[in-house]
């Protein structure tokens, strides 16, 4: 599976952003995908999350109200729209395809990763 994610730049505090992540090699489908960021200095975070079916989505605590993921199994993408964008929402944003679990917190439990894209929010 090979996944690239788009969108990143630079947004002042209150703006938004919408990330993407294109993929490919594999039946998108079927893959459960989430959405991970790495601050400097920091470790990597979980953000958010969508099973296969689109049925379900997860949100960390600091996103939730804010961030939207959603997903075009047609198109093969998935998208993070946010909003109200912060200061610490800063960092490289990630997105992931898991094949065999649901909707996962753990970036132990994905199993391929795209380069990331960076995020800068300015005051």
């Known amino acids: 599976v090979h996944l690239v994610e788009s969108g990143g730049g630079l947004v002042q505090a209150g703006g938004s952003l919408t990330l993407s992540c294109a993929t490919s090699g594999r039946t998108f489908s079927r893959l459960s995908m989430g959405w991970f960021r790495q601050a400097p200095g920091k470790e990597q975070e979980f953000v958010a999350a969508?099973?296969?079916?689109?049925?379900?989505?997860y949100y960390a605590d600091s996103v939730k109200g804010r961030f939207t993921i959603s997903r075009d199994n047609d198109k093969n993408t998935m998208s993070l729209q946010m909003k109200s964008l912060r200061n610490d929402d800063t960092a490289v944003y990630y997105c992931a395809a898991s094949e065999w679990t649901y909707g996962s917190s753990r970036s132990a439990d994905y199993d391929y990763w795209g380069p990331g894209t960076q995020v800068t929010v300015s005051s």
């Open positions: 969508i099973t296969w079916s689109s049925g379900s989505t």
